[in-house]
Structure formats: structure tokens, C-alpha cells
T-cell receptor
Framework: GAGVSQSPSNKVTEKGKDVELRCDPISGHTALYWYRQSLGQGLEFLIYFQGNSAPDKSGLPSDRFSAERTGGSVSTLTIQRTQQEDSAVYLC??????????????FGPGTRLLVL | KNQVEQSPQSLIILEGKNCTLQCNYTVSPFSNLRWYKQDTGRGPVSLTIMTFSENTKSNGRYTATLDADTKQSSLHITASQLSDSASYICVVSVLYNTDKLIFGTGTRLQVFP
């Protein structure tokens, strides 16, 4: 009965370095979402995975951002050549069937990324 | 433009008091509206979800109201507790647009003893 987990909890990196953030969704949930939450801002949608369908990448802010979901479970968000404006909390959520307008999404605790 | 605006931006109340948080949206067509609670350092947790036809929904001491005509929602917290200190986020779903969610920036509530 574990919830959504994310790792690492906190990540400090230098500008220009690549980072990988991991998300373990709730077992059995077919849909997985990545969001970014900057200080004082609302959640910003990044990417959405639903089963074997092609992911909705419409929220990715640049080609430095990419995400994978292997085996329909664990997902990794990769940010290449990090910039200071990438500093934010990166939240992962999952839902049972992926009807994202109707279903409740269950969020992980987030990864706090600080780019120096 | 689909937007969700929340007020106040922050709020301080004393333990035991009631408070009301506001959410105004310009999302159209509207599908549903959710309120989430986000504790510091945690991910958001769903409190309530309301569709077009629902006017009010309660979850313990939390009561959400929805006026789809004026496109306003409120979250009323009764007999506040210290554990209510958190950010409260209003989220509106756009109908038929790949179920896009529009997030408000939240109201930061602090409850003092």
C-alpha cells in the first residue's frame, strides 16, 4: 500500500550538469505525470505517460528535458545541462486509469532541485 | 485564456477559528474542480472534487462550494487546527481538451496556537 515515492528528496547540482530524478508510482496505476513547482508558482505540467501510449510531452519546457517510463512502472525525468532557472520542486503523480480530468492523482513528496 | 486565481495569497488565523479560501476560474468548458492540500515538503493531497452539477462537498472539517455560473469556488475550514497549516491549491479541469488541468498558485494558510 505504498504511495508514490520519489528520489532523491533533494538534489544540489552545478549549472551545466545533468540530473536524473526518479519516480515510483503506486503499484497498478497506469498513468504517471511529472510536474514542476517553482517558488510562488502553480504546478506546471511537464509530461504524461498512459500505459503503452505515446507520452504527452507538450509541457516540457525545452529539449533539455526528457523522461522515460520503463516497463510501465518506474519513470525517470532527465534534465541535461541544467540551468539555474531549472531550480524547483519536481513532483510526480500517478492515477489508476489515466483519465486525468476525472481521476484523482496521487502525488509523491517531490524532488527539490537546486542548481547553483 | 484558461486561468485559475486564488485568494488570498496567504492567510494567518488562530487555532479554532474558521476561514474561507477563494478560487475564481475562467476555464471553459468546465469539467470539474478540485481542492488539494499541500503540506510543506510534501506532494498535494486531494481534499474534494466537484463536477458541474455539484454545489457543495464536504470532507470532515473542509467544505467546498462551487458556483458554476459565476465560476467561483470556496474552501471553508471549520474549527481550524495547527495541522491545517499548508498550501491549498485549486485545480480546474478543462473538458474535452485532453483533460488538461489548470492549477492555481495556492493559498498559504498558517494556523497559530
Amino acid at each position: 500500500g505504498a504511495g508514490v515515492s520519489q528520489s532523491p528528496s533533494n538534489k544540489v547540482t552545478e549549472k551545466g550538469k545533468d540530473v536524473e530524478l526518479r519516480c515510483d508510482p503506486i503499484s497498478g496505476h497506469t498513468a504517471l505525470y511529472w510536474y514542476r513547482q517553482s517558488l510562488g508558482q502553480g504546478l506546471e505540467f511537464l509530461i504524461y505517460f498512459q500505459g503503452n501510449s505515446a507520452p504527452d510531452k507538450s509541457g516540457l519546457p525545452s529539449d533539455r528535458f526528457s523522461a522515460e517510463r520503463t516497463g510501465g512502472s518506474v519513470s525517470t525525468l532527465t534534465i541535461q545541462r541544467t540551468q539555474q532557472e531549472d531550480s524547483a520542486v519536481y513532483l510526480c503523480a500517478s492515477s489508476l486509469r489515466g483519465n486525468r480530468g476525472q481521476e484523482t492523482q496521487y502525488f509523491g513528496p517531490g524532488t527539490r532541485l537546486l542548481v547553483l | 485564456k484558461n486561468q485559475v486565481e486564488q485568494s488570498p495569497q496567504s492567510l494567518i488565523i488562530l487555532e479554532g477559528k474558521n476561514c474561507t479560501l477563494q478560487c475564481n476560474y475562467t476555464v471553459s468548458p468546465f469539467s470539474n474542480l478540485r481542492w488539494y492540500k499541500q503540506d510543506t515538503g510534501r506532494g498535494p493531497v486531494s481534499l474534494t472534487i466537484m463536477t458541474f452539477s455539484e454545489n457543495t462537498k464536504s470532507n470532515g472539517r473542509y467544505t467546498a462550494t462551487l458556483d458554476a455560473d459565476t465560476k467561483q469556488s470556496s474552501l471553508h475550514i471549520t474549527a481550524s487546527q495547527l495541522s491545517d497549516s499548508a498550501s491549498y491549491i485549486c485545480v480546474v479541469s478543462v473538458l474535452y481538451n485532453t483533460d488538461k488541468l489548470i492549477f492555481g498558485t495556492g493559498t498559504r494558510l498558517q494556523v497559530f496556537p
